[in-house]
């Protein structure tokens, strides 16, 4: 595949790094100084040369007919982010949810959404890859026809070695409510053919997107997801939970937790000592406030530590990404103001567990 990009690592200055409590550092990354003012949602991984590697879409605003792929980097050992660049833009097109993704191996993977019409049901997933770090780009392929296909967080690597995107089906055309049939779905990559095959779809009471899987043993995974309806009050939002007990082949209808959600993203990881971490807004009136983050350290079971990590009156803290770097701190990312600041925390798990908010 042609290289499509190739750009030169520019120094962005940043605020300094602050800490927001003690034991937990918090970087403003950027805002709408920069051009793109609209800064949605942003996802990051660790590479295999230390760096991390940011990526979001943004424009004039979330259904602007300007908006692209943006990446930017913070390169090890540095303590500012590289001022962000195109790494996807679609002619005559609006780009969505970006994903960055390190495969095993070191192939960089770059899944996004373009969209087709004036609402996310028009969307499709593309993706791009990369073999030198993140620094060019293919082509871009399409990896996901069916209008309403959408991306929002990383694949997993399953203990057989295939890969699992989640990704879900918006319905509705609606910009002010996610459709009701709105489901949950998975694509599996298989690790020695690379073909990508589509699960069974997870349905639920309302709808429910946005998928942030985990697994638990070879056979038994778990995965929750964002509720769908409205954006205003609802006293019976919660996540929603599904689970596969086949290795991810085929997964159960979605059922709602004890974890409320005013429809937001939700994320969630396995660290390398097998705790689950859960970030999301405990929040069921519309508000994507306080951003919440719980730790289960018995397989899910139950989530006794919980804090609330950023709580700032009137404003955001939406659309988590989770992460778990090579020298086991958790790195967390979301948006605020009105979706035009990115913001970097990073903490122990120490700095949750024991606390009940």
């Known amino acids: 595949m042609r290289a499509a990009f190739v750009f030169t690592v520019t120094l962005l200055t940043t605020h300094a790094a602050s800490t927001c409590a003690a034991d937990i550092v918090h970087q403003r990354v950027f805002g709408p100084e920069l051009p793109g003012k609209y800064k949605h949602p942003a996802t990051f991984d660790q590479l295999d040369n230390g760096d991390l590697y940011l990526v979001y879409y943004g ?3 979330e259904y602007g007919d300007d908006t692209a792929v943006y990446g930017a980097r913070l390169v090890k050992g540095t303590q500012e982010w590289t001022r962000p660049v195109i790494v996807a833009d679609t002619p005559n097109r609006s780009e969505g949810n970006a994903v960055i993704w390190q495969a095993p191996g070191g192939v960089v993977w770059l899944f996004y959404l373009t969209r087709y019409g004036e609402t996310w049901s028009t969307s499709r997933i ?3 890859i990369s073999k030198d770090e ?3 780009w293919s082509d871009p392929a399409v990896l996901a026809f069916e209008q309403g296909m959408m991306v929002r967080s990383r694949p997993i690597v399953l203990n057989d070695g295939d890969y699992l995107l989640p990704i879900y089906h918006e319905t509705g055309y609606d ?3 996610v459709g009701h049939d709105t489901s949950s779905l998975f694509l599996r990559r298989n690790h020695q053919t690379g073909e990508w095959t589509e699960t069974n779809r ?3 009471r309302i709808g429910n997107l946005q998928p942030a899987p985990v697994q638990i043993t070879n056979d038994y995974l778990v995965a929750y997801c964002r509720r769908g309806g409205g954006y205003g009050p609802m006293k019976a939002g919660f996540i929603v939970r599904t689970e596969s007990r086949d290795g991810g082949t085929t997964w159960s209808p979605g059922k709602d937790t004890e974890f409320v959600n ?3 993203a939700v994320d969630m990881i396995r660290l390398k000592n097998g705790h689950l971490v859960l970030a999301y807004n405990d929040n069921n009136q519309g508000k994507r406030m306080p951003l919440t983050v719980a730790v289960s350290t018995d397989d899910e079971n139950s989530w006794p530590h919980r804090r609330d990590i950023v709580n700032k009156l009137g404003n955001t803290a939406a ?6 770097t090579d020298d086991g701190k958790i790195h967390l990312i979301y948006t605020s103001a009105g979706r035009t600041v990115v913001n970097h925390m990073t903490f122990d798990e120490n700095a949750v567990l024991g606390r009940t908010k």
């Open 59 to 61: 424009g004039t605003g």
């Open 126 to 128: 593309k993706f791009k």
């Open 262 to 264: 005013p429809n937001s």
């Open 134 to 136: 993140a620094h060019t």
């Open 202 to 204: 997870v349905y639920s």
């Open 319 to 324: 659309y988590p990404n989770l992460m778990q």
């Open 175 to 177: 910009r002010e409510k």
